[in-house]
């Protein structure tokens, strides 16, 4: 069955950086739409960002230009290189697949806090 590892999570001061990996299993990941959501306390789920199977990405305004995503289809390896972190990237984040409401692993936390 489709299975969603993310890792790399932690907690960062404002301006600093972070890169999460997601390990996918179960599925042929190369020929995936792979998406990273976030959902911080007491907010919906929202979409970081997608990448497509030749690599197209497309992201949230609020993230552009400080954040990446990236994919290594022989590691089956999802990745969220986040840049120039703000308090308001604190959220629970997750790789999803298919669309950003799709499977989801169990997440990793990022708090961005001086």
């Known amino acids: 069955q489709v299975q969603l590892v993310e890792a790399g999570g932690g907690l960062v001061q404002p301006g600093g950086s972070l890169t999460l990996s997601c390990v996918a299993s179960?599925?042929?990941?190369?020929?995936?739409?792979m998406y990273w959501v976030r959902q911080a306390p007491g907010k919906d789920l929202e979409s970081v960002g997608t990448?497509?199977?030749?690599?197209?990405?497309y992201y949230l305004e609020s993230v552009k230009g400080r954040f990446t995503i990236a994919r290594d289809s022989a590691k089956n390896t999802l990745y969220l290189q986040m840049t120039r972190l703000k308090s308001e990237d604190t959220a629970m984040y997750y790789c999803?697949?298919?669309?950003?409401?799709?499977?989801r692993g169990q997440g990793t936390q990022v708090t961005v806090t001086s």
């Open positions: 990448i497509g199977p030749s690599g197209s990405t």
């Open positions: 179960g599925f042929t990941f190369s020929n995936a739409w």
């Open positions: 999803a697949k298919d669309r950003p409401a799709g499977v």
